[in-house]
Structure formats: structure tokens, C-alpha cells
């Protein structure tokens, strides 16, 4: 029996399992624990299932006969213990989260940050969809897979792209297990001095530090399910677990053998340790079995179970297998159990092992008859974690509110701001409103500008997202602002900034683009509103032209590619237009009846007061001289061509230019049909004014 004096310095740590209680009390001297009392109980009724406490008064009562035993044992009172979740209560998620950028951009870390971020986000909304009043700790993720532009990539940062994505699994704890334990707990009479998970407690004994750099998988195979953790770089990187483990064995007997569950739990352990069994079944009759006999009931199970826990393996790998995996926990010492996990994840046997009396080298039991197991490598985990309590829950001050977080040895501010739901885009810098819109037909987005992030402190000290905070810290974070609204006028479109020329008395005019906003003429100042349905007219009308070029209609006679017009006709690229004043006739037949003054003209016309009605600029007054009249003939004649290969009758003049055919054959040349309008006679290009006689072959399409 230990002295009181040692009292001060003793560690008790306590396994609650779904089979049974264990509860070791030792000290750490020159490296090595020391246990100086040790006690094992099984529940008599079935208070917890699948790790989960379903009685807290029964499990109470049974922690507290372990306490008693250990007193008793010890000669003091036990006041403080260190405790573990069960690994198989732990909620993993897997997400796909990605993010497309504008542009191409080259991906920085902050970038690769903020995506891992958005993707524990989701899987923190994902495990608590439906949940009112269970609330979830977030236990550390880990990154899968990462993409660029959909293909997988080792690393994205450094390169450019203009989509980045990741697949994440993200590992919660449920707060009605932790409320659970120390529930339990303190019904026996103590206090938690640490609490850990039962997989790190575990990973503590079976793969020290200098191993983590390995990756290696840790099976944990209890009674109700089998708990993996996944180390790689240094570190832990995944937990998970399958709802299957030593107890489906002991199910397979009892249906077997006729037995109670208590008996067959006893011809399990007697077959794992090879030894002949004497029993008897629930009609009272004996029987006698051998170990291999017992095997063949269970191997199906066993192969079932090894199946499920290597395929869970590769999955929290990355699709891949493990380089090496260790199997602690009662249920993993049955016949079979190890082999079959290497068949499955194709390694050589030597390569998944039992881990118990080898890793347990830094470990003395002061009691006599203790042999160093398996069963062992958790509860004293759970004592040696005592001595490094970086794997706990903490108390920070997050907006001057007490919250509690589990200490994953990586926490940083990012893991407090989500644990009291604070929003993630209220941590970035938020862009302002966009501005949609449609221009010809398609739709236009331009975003709004980025503004402030987040302003985080820490302890009164200017922080950021990954700052790594610890237990008491003092944590302020002021929601992040958003960016200015996107705007844009019509004259900052490029398709706008484009001219129209036109072809006005033998000289090129260069007209501005007009715009239409939801049906309304608008000038280049309108500025664009969400929803706007905006076209850049590729034409003008006749009046449009009139007072751009500032030229008084109303003693005009206007011809568009030789036929008088209206004011209301509209003009295209490249039409012709003839201005005449309007007491003279006009006539086509020769060229020398019409002088006019050149018409001088800006490469790019000044920009002058806009006509709010119209939209058309003003520009120089352009002088049109009078010219002499032509002798006025009034013959009609009809000619017969080919146009497109269908046979057209031009009928009502004395002679036809090639814009009459528009008034015989049906073509809409207002509608562009391709980037350019082909006009040809005879296999020759020609213009609107080309004239036309009788058997000419005339094309008219549009093409790219």
C-alpha cells in the first residue's frame, strides 16, 4: 500500500467503456509511470452502449466501486481523475468546397487558408443540420484532396488557376457526451482534472512522437465499435470509427452455442487464449468445444469487421493505405483479426501487429499478477496524457462571453469565432453589391470592391485569423466591412466606344454608338442600374444623323443608298447617304449634276452637349451648296434578275441601282446575321449604289 506522502503526486486516470470500467493510479518518475494500484469492473447491466452512457446513475455507481477499490488499495482519498470520450463518439464529415476567382490568379497561402476554412464551415453546418440542442466541438480536420481547375493537386499554392477546390474531413465531439462524463463522474464523488479522447490516449502509448512522421493507422477495437486514428507529418490527422467490434464475436457465440452473453464473452477470451472450453447452454445441457471450433463461429465476423475498419482506413488516408497499422483494444487479440486487416490493405502481416506488452516498456506495475496487454494501452494513456495537457478542454474569452474549446494543439482564433457561430464571410472582407445587367442580349456582372477584414485582436493585441490562441486568452473580433457597390456608366462599355461610319455626301462620317436602356435613347452619362436591359444600336436614323451633324431637315432631301428616306429610316455601316436641298430633284444618271462641299470631319469627334431625347452628339455646321437641276425622265421599265438563285421582277423605274432589290426580295438587314453584309453582282462585290440591269446575278448574305 503506498504511503499518504505520495498522494500529492499521483495521476488517476479512468477508462469508461461500453464492457467495463478501468482505473489505474500511478506517478511519472525518471520517465517512466509507475502504477501503484489498478482495478478492473464490468458493468452488470448494460449501462452504456456503443461507448455512449445510457444510465448516468448505474455507471456512477460503478466508477464509484472502482474509486472505493483503488482507496482502498492506496490508503487515501481520491479526489481528482483524468477521464476520456470515446473515440466512437466523434462525428467525422467529408466536404468538397471550392472557390472561383474572378480571374486567373496565383493561389498564396491566405487563399489555401481561406478554402479550408469555408470547408470546416460546411461540415460544422453539415453535423449540426437538425440538431436544437446538442452542440458540437470541433476536434481538427484534415485535407484529403486538393484541386485546381477540377484535377488533383499536392499543393496548390504558387500556382495559377482560376478555380481552386479541397475535399476536408472535419472531426466533431457532441457536447451531450462531454455533459455525460463529468456528469457520471462527479456522481462518484470527483472532480475532472483532464479530460482527452480516447484515440489520442491511445495513440500517446502506441506511437510515440518520433513515429508520427510515419504514416500509420491506429485501430482501437473495443467492445461496441473500433476507433482508427490516422497519424502523418508529425501529427494526428484523422479519427473515425466503425459501429462494429468485440461484442459482434461474442453476438456470433451466443447465437452459436445457446449461451447467455456473459458465457459467451468467457468462451471468446478462453478461445483467444487458446485453451479447451467447458460450458453450459441456457437448457442446462453441457458442452464441450476447443478453441479452433469457437474461431469458425466468429472468423465470419472477423472478416467482416477487418473489411469495414480497412476500408475506413483508406478513406481517411485519402483514398490510399497506410504504410504500418497498430491494434490495441481487447477485441483486436481474436484469431485472425490482424491477417486479415493486411490482406485487405495489401501490406505484409508483419506490418499490422498487436500493440500491448512492447509498447507498455515505459511503464511498471507495482501490483503482482498484472500482465501488460492491450487492454492496458488506453487507461494508461489516459494517466500519461495528465502530464501533457495540451489535448484538453479549454476556457477563452471570445467577445466577452466564456466559451469552451477542445485544445487540438492546433487551436487558433478561426476555431473560437466558429465554435459561437460566428459567420465566416463576417471574418473576410466582404465585396459590395454587384451589378448585373444585360448588353445585347448577354448577361454582364461587374463585381464591387473588396472591403475591410475582419479586426481581431488577441489579449489587446493585433491579430489575424491563424494567430494560435490558448486557455484563458482574451479574443475580440469586429465583423469585417463591405466593399463599395459596383457602378458603371455607358461610356465606360467598350462596345460603346466604337464609331458607326457612314458615307455622307462622298465623305466618312464617323458617328458615335448609341445606346438604348429598357427601350429609352440613353447618353453616355446614364449611369447603369441593376437589371438594365442595354443595347449598343449598330444604327442610326436619318434625324439621328441630321442633328449630329447639326443640319437643319426641314429644306433637306435625304436619299439612303439612292432612295429618298424618310426621317425615321434607319442607316447602317457603310450606307450612303446624299443630302440635297429640297427644291431640286435628284437624279442618278450622271455625277457631275451634284456638287457639294466636302464635309470636314474628326477622326474621333469632340465631344459636345448631348440631346437628352435623342442621345446624339452636335457637332460643326456643315454647308451644303446648291447644285443644278437634272432634267426629270418618267419611263418605267421592267427587269428580270436572279437573286440568291430565285428569279425577282424589278419593277416602277427608268433604271435600278442594287438597293431596290431590298423593295422586291424579302432580306432583313437590320437584324446582322454575321459580323459583315456581302452584297455582289455577277460574282463581284459591290455597293448599294451599284446599278442593276436586266439578267444580272445578285448575292446578298451575311458571313463571320
Not at 94 to 120: D, R
Not at 185 to 193: F, Q, T
Request: charged share 30%.
Amino acid at each position: 500500500m503506498t504511503e499518504n506522502k505520495n498522494a500529492d503526486r499521483m495521476v488517476f486516470g479512468l477508462d469508461i467503456g461500453t464492457r467495463s470500467i478501468v482505473g489505474s493510479v500511478g506517478y511519472m518518475e525518471k520517465n517512466k509511470f509507475n502504477v501503484v494500484a489498478h482495478y478492473v469492473k464490468e458493468h452488470e447491466t448494460r449501462d452504456m452502449l456503443d461507448g455512449q452512457i445510457h444510465d448516468i446513475g448505474h455507471v456512477s455507481d460503478s466508477i464509484s466501486r472502482v474509486k472505493e477499490n483503488l482507496e482502498e488499495q492506496l490508503g487515501f482519498q481520491l479526489k481528482d481523475v483524468c477521464i476520456a470520450a470515446a473515440g466512437r463518439v466523434l462525428k467525422t464529415v467529408t466536404v468538397h468546397t471550392e472557390y472561383e476567382f474572378p480571374e486567373e490568379t496565383t493561389i498564396t497561402g491566405e487563399h489555401v487558408y481561406s478554402l479550408e476554412l469555408m470547408g470546416v464551415e460546411d461540415a460544422y453546418e453539415k453535423v449540426n443540420a437538425g440538431q436544437q440542442d446538442i452542440r458540437f466541438y470541433s476536434v481538427g480536420y484534415t485535407v484529403v484532396k486538393y484541386y485546381i481547375n477540377d484535377y488533383v493537386i499536392a499543393n496548390p499554392e504558387g500556382h495559377k488557376t482560376r478555380k481552386i477546390a479541397a475535399d476536408i474531413l472535419a472531426t466533431f465531439l457532441p457536447d451531450d457526451v462531454v455533459d455525460g462524463l463529468y456528469s457520471a463522474v462527479e456522481g462518484a464523488g470527483l472532480n475532472v482534472a483532464n479530460l482527452t479522447l480516447e484515440p489520442i490516449a491511445a495513440i500517446n502509448i502506441a506511437i510515440p512522437v518520433e513515429y508520427r512522421l510515419l504514416n500509420i493507422a491506429l485501430v482501437d477495437v473495443g467492445a461496441g465499435t473500433s476507433d482508427i486514428s490516422i497519424t502523418k507529418d508529425g501529427s494526428v490527422v484523422a479519427y473515425g470509427m466503425i459501429p462494429k467490434a468485440g461484442d459482434e464475436f461474442t453476438e456470433a457465440i451466443v447465437s452459436q452455442y445457446l449461451v447467455d452473453f456473459n458465457t459467451a464473452e468467457k468462451i471468446k477470451r478462453a478461445s483467444i487464449m487458446n485453451r479447451q472450453i467447458t460450458f453450459k447452454d441456457i437448457m442446462g445441457l453441457k458442452k464441450k468445444v476447443t478453441p479452433k471450433e469457437v474461431r469458425e463461429v466468429y472468423k465470419r465476423c472477423v472478416e467482416d469487421i477487418a473489411r469495414e475498419v480497412s476500408d475506413k482506413i483508406v478513406e481517411l488516408n485519402g483514398g490510399k493505405s497506410v504504410s504500418a497499422v497498430f491494434v490495441v483494444g481487447g477485441g483486436g487479440k481474436v484469431y485472425g483479426f490482424t491477417e486479415a486487416i493486411a490482406g485487405n490493405l495489401k501490406l505484409p502481416q508483419e506490418r499490422v501487429a498487436l500493440r500491448g506488452e512492447e509498447v507498455l516498456g515505459g511503464v511498471e506495475f507495482k501490483q503482482e499478477g498484472i500482465k501488460k496487454d492491450p487492454l492496458l494501452v488506453t487507461p494508461i494513456g489516459i494517466c500519461m496524457n495528465f502530464y501533457n495537457q495540451n489535448n484538453n478542454f479549454i476556457i477563452i474569452n471570445m467577445n466577452g462571453e466564456r466559451i469552451k474549446l477542445y485544445d487540438n494543439d492546433r487551436l487558433t482564433v478561426v476555431d473560437a469565432a466558429m465554435q459561437i457561430g460566428f459567420p465566416n464571410q463576417s471574418l473576410f472582407a466582404k465585396r459590395g453589391k454587384e451589378l448585373n445587367f444585360t448588353l445585347n442580349g448577354e448577361h454582364r456582372m461587374i463585381r464591387g470592391e473588396l472591403g475591410e477584414p475582419a479586426s481581431i485582436t488577441v489579449n489587446d493585441k493585433e491579430a489575424s485569423i491563424n494567430t494560435p490562441i490558448k486557455k484563458n486568452d482574451r479574443v475580440k473580433i469586429k465583423d469585417s466591412t463591405e466593399g463599395k457597390a459596383a457602378e458603371c456608366y455607358i461610356d465606360q462599355l467598350s462596345e460603346y466606344k466604337s464609331v458607326l461610319r457612314l458615307n455622307v455626301n462622298d465623305n466618312v462620317v464617323e458617328c458615335p454608338k448609341i445606346a438604348e436602356v429598357n427601350g429609352q435613347i440613353r447618353t453616355g452619362d446614364y449611369k447603369i442600374n441593376d437589371g438594365d436591359e442595354i443595347k449598343i444600336l449598330d444604327y442610326y436614323t436619318v434625324e439621328w444623323l441630321m442633328k449630329f451633324m447639326d443640319i437643319e431637315m426641314s429644306d433637306k432631301q435625304i436619299y439612303v443608298n439612292n432612295v429618298q428616306a424618310d426621317s425615321d429610316e434607319k442607316i447602317f455601316e457603310n450606307f450612303t447617304i446624299k443630302i440635297l436641298k429640297k427644291e431640286y430633284e435628284y437624279s442618278d444618271v450622271t455625277d457631275d449634276e451634284i456638287q457639294i462641299d466636302d464635309i470636314e470631319m474628326n477622326d474621333e469627334p469632340e465631344r459636345q452637349d448631348t440631346d437628352e431625347t435623342t442621345g446624339t452628339e452636335e457637332v460643326q455646321d456643315v454647308e451644303i451648296q446648291q447644285i443644278s437641276e437634272s432634267p426629270k425622265d418618267t419611263g418605267a421599265v421592267d427587269i428580270n434578275i436572279m437573286v440568291n438563285g430565285k428569279s425577282v421582277t424589278l419593277r416602277g423605274k427608268n433604271q435600278y441601282i442594287y438597293v431596290d432589290i431590298l423593295d422586291f426580295y424579302e432580306f432583313d438587314t437590320h437584324v446582322a446575321g454575321g459580323k459583315n453584309l456581302v452584297t455582289k453582282v455577277n460574282d463581284v462585290r459591290c455597293e448599294f449604289v451599284t446599278p442593276i440591269k436586266d439578267g444580272d446575278i445578285v448575292e446578298i448574305y451575311w458571313e463571320d
